[in-house]
């Protein structure tokens, strides 16, 4: 669906944010031990950054520049070391050392609550990493018939790993810059309100800075993803076709439309680049005219004898503190973007409805004697263009049956109906007399057994691939079906015999090894 192009960024990414919260709250809920954690240990943190300025503020006020007791402004003379600190030598390491335990304080507890958040995240991408995957696998053949294998794999890898980088480093560093902005503006205002007033007056200009860019950026964000999804699925086409590539002389041929593509991918992911470098130097210039305001107003303050001089100190180390990582925030709006983006595209596979699946009612399929009845069935794998239609055919137990046509008249499509890889768009198919929709799908499919016209293999032990017609066969049973094949003798000659991995899709084994290995699988059954 468009979105206007007048919505305000944060306006846009907010939205996608809590949709992607609602779809994973489940997996959100699990850890919500270890981020509520996580975020004690943050505001923790965040408390020591606030007091790890005050330390230098009373070397100032105490050391340098101490107050004089005949001096009736409140501000100079209101704090005081304590007696048991007169001695110049013990206050100035006092006030060392506290700052040092400040710090380290600080740093332990960001170090934990990065390490808590890290460990939630990759906890709930694992989650949805195998909800993504084991839903992937119960869509159906036209779903992915449609879907670019590259794509679907840049969605279960690369955007998948995308969110939980983006939690760690943009969502977290932001939150807390966040609280850590309300804290210290907090500590300015009661200090000297009409000094905070001036950063704070800083701020809509930085939001309107940032919304014109943080727009274009998150544009070009989507379609760079769009773009990536595009090339990991070109590169896997050719990938997976290579043979017939270098057989057939096509290499500079794709490496053009590569070429092509890839410049495309370039181009946006520097836009994208050069518009968050833009925002930061924007913002680098808004800060630094922030911090001369301050400094000006201050240094009349302190000359008036409103603030101390330290106070001045901590006002520009909280200048510093707070908007040191503003500068960042466009790199943080640029990743959450880009994860929001990434989300999205996980969020529409898994709300992709399965087409098949098992009825409330759905029963148990027994052992089937195999009477199969295709009751006036049609079918098209697009709409107005029937593969199939009226199709009526009855075999019964035993018979042996060969559908023999030309390319495309529809054999194919009788199988893929008959294993409910399709249902049909009218009438029924019928194994014993009873509608293959009312059993289950795993017990109706592990009736059948078949031999692709494609060689499919995978990439783990040659026992593991017979195996795979029966999970439950016995290393005898995995034997026997491979002497049935005629593939005993070459598989013991290999390296390890029945233990030799082979490669991605049978890649070292010869077409003949592959014509045999493929039927072993069936046999073990």
């Keep these: 669906m468009a979105r206007s192009r007048k919505t305000v960024p944060l306006k846009e990414i907010l939205p996608g944010l809590r949709r992607l919260g609602r779809a994973f709250w489940p997996q959100i809920r699990q850890q919500g031990p270890m981020l509520g954690l996580s975020l004690l240990v ?90 993504m995957f084991s839903h992937l696998q119960r869509l159906s053949l036209r779903y992915h018939n449609q879907a670019r ?15 939980r980088d983006t939690a760690v480093t943009a969502l977290l560093p932001l939150v807390a810059n966040l609280l850590t902005l309300v804290a210290m503006f907090g500590v300015m205002f009661w200090f000297d309100w009409t000094l905070a007033l001036i950063p704070l007056a800083v701020l809509p200009l930085f939001y309107l800075s940032t919304v014109r860019a943080s727009r274009s950026i998150q544009k070009v964000v989507r379609e760079q993803r769009k773009r990536d999804g595009a090339l990991a699925a070109a590169t896997a086409e050719v990938i997976g076709a290579i043979k017939y590539v270098q057989a057939l002389s096509l290499g500079s041929l794709q490496e053009k439309a590569f070429a092509r593509q890839n410049k495309k991918s370039l181009k946006q992911g520097a836009q994208a680049q050069r518009l968050s470098a833009s925002l930061e130097r924007k913002v680098d210039i808004i800060l630094a005219v922030a911090t001369a305001l301050v400094l000006w107003r201050g240094v009349y303050l302190v000359v008036a004898g409103a603030i101390t001089p330290g106070t001045l100190i901590l006002f ?28 999205e595209r996980i969020l529409e596979v898994l709300d992709t409805t ?6 409330p009612d759905a029963v148990e399929a027994g052992a089937l004697t195999g009477r199969i009845r295709f009751d006036q069935v049609s079918f098209g794998y697009r709409p107005g263009k029937p593969a199939l239609s009226g199709i009526d055919i009855r075999i019964e137990p035993g018979e042996r049956v060969a559908l023999v046509g030309p390319s495309g008249s529809g054999k194919s499509t009788l199988l893929a109906l008959l294993l409910r890889l399709y249902d049909p768009d009218a009438g029924r198919v019928l194994v014993d007399g009873r509608d293959i929709r009312e059993y289950t799908v795993e017990s109706l499919r592990r009736q059948f057994s078949m031999v692709l016209q494609d060689s499919v293999l ?19 049973a995995v034997e026997a079906a491979a002497r049935l094949a005629n593939a005993h003798d070459f598989i013991m000659a290999l390296p390890e015999g029945y233990d030799t991995v082979i490669g991605e899709r049978g890649a070292t084994l010869s077409g003949g090894q592959l014509q045999r290995m493929r039927g072993p699988g069936d046999a073990a059954r």
Excluded: C, H
């Design 42 to 131: 943050l505001l923790f943190s965040i408390a020591a950054r606030v007091l790890e300025p005050w330390p230098l503020k009373l070397i100032f006020d105490w050391i340098i520049i101490p107050p004089d007791p005949a001096d009736g402004s409140a501000a100079l003379s209101a704090l005081q070391p304590p007696g048991f600190l007169d001695d110049t030598g013990l206050l100035l390491g006092t006030l060392v050392l506290v700052l040092v335990a400040f710090t380290t304080l600080r740093a332990i507890g960001e170090y934990y609550s990065r390490v808590g958040m890290a460990l939630a995240a990759t906890r709930i991408i694992t989650d949805i990493r195998a909800r």
């Design 149 to 163: 294998s590259g794509d679907l794999v840049t969605r279960f890898t690369y955007d998948v790993e995308r969110l």
């Design 316 to 343: 520009i180390t909280y200048l510093k503190f707070v908007f040191r990582p503003m500068r960042q925030v466009a790199k943080y709006l640029t990743r959450i973007a880009r994860a929001t983006a990434s989300g």
């Design 354 to 359: 399965p087409e098949i699946l098992d009825r």
């Design 458 to 476: 995978f990439a783990v032990s040659i026992r593991d691939n017979i195996a795979y017609g029966d999970l439950n066969a016995e290393p005898a």
